[in-house]
């Protein structure tokens, strides 16, 4: 098994039960039939993630993720997946449910764009949204 490591920029945050996320996500990629060789969620803030959305992708807008794939063949994961914890809090108490509901969501929506799944179109959205679900019933915290 590879990396999956978790860092902050520009804000203080750790996720909690790291190694239970770290297990949750391995078999989210293997359930998929890929291996995740480094995987890097980088928490951050709003500005520091309007910056990187500004600077790589050319949009002027928030964001709560961008997902980079660094990946070199087929069924691998390389990958820098930002986060910004700002938005995640935002949605989280506009949603009505707990931040780390939210926060296991979008790290999860990471990982299925790295699977192949897109969320351009309404019937790309509502697959998303199923996979996310089906992710969430993995986690065991």
Request: proline share 1%; hydrophobic share 40%.
């Amino acid at each position: 098994m590879g990396s999956i490591n978790f860092f902050q920029e520009d804000c203080e945050y750790a996720p909690a039960s790291p190694e239970a996320l770290i297990q949750w996500l391995h078999q989210i990629a293997a359930d998929h039939q890929y291996l995740i060789e480094d995987l890097n969620y980088i928490f951050c803030s709003d500005e520091y993630l309007l910056g990187v959305n500004r600077q790589f992708l050319d949009h002027d807008y928030y964001t709560d993720i961008i997902t980079f794939d660094n990946s070199l063949e087929a069924g691998q994961i390389i990958s820098d997946i930002f986060i910004s914890i700002d938005r995640v809090k935002d949605n989280a108490q506009d949603l009505g449910i707990s931040e780390q509901s939210e926060l296991h969501r979008v790290m999860a929506h990471g990982l299925l764009h790295l699977l192949g799944y897109q969320d351009k179109t309404d019937d790309q959205k509502i697959i998303m949204r199923q996979k996310e679900d089906t992710c969430l019933s993995l986690l065991k915290i």
